[in-house]
């Protein structure tokens, strides 16, 4: 039962620090009202979304394409 445990356990550490996720809400920096349906993309690695009707969007990086400014 334990080593079911552990190996259970590793398999979602292993899941958990694979990817990250940004999330982000787009607004018209005039206005401060938000933008649906705005397509974001992160330089350079062809990694994209488009935010919803109230401006919110989600990035899923894996942990290679994790960049830092």
């Given at each position: 039962?334990?080593?079911?445990?552990?190996?259970?356990?590793?398999?979602?550490?292993s899941?958990?620090?694979?990817?990250?996720?940004?999330?982000?809400?787009?607004?018209?920096?005039?206005?401060?009202?938000?933008?649906?349906?705005?397509?974001?993309?992160?330089?350079?690695?062809?990694?994209?979304?488009?935010?919803?009707?109230?401006?919110?969007?989600?990035?899923?990086?894996?942990?290679?394409?994790?960049?830092?400014p």
């Amino acid at each position: 039962m334990k080593q079911i445990l552990l190996t259970a356990f590793c398999i979602f550490i292993s899941c958990v620090s694979y990817s990250q996720q940004i999330s982000i809400t787009i607004t018209d920096s005039l206005t401060n009202e938000y933008l649906p349906f705005a397509t974001v993309y992160l330089k350079n690695t062809g990694i994209g979304t488009t935010s919803n009707f109230n401006g919110k969007a989600e990035l899923k990086l894996k942990k290679k394409e994790r960049k830092t400014p």
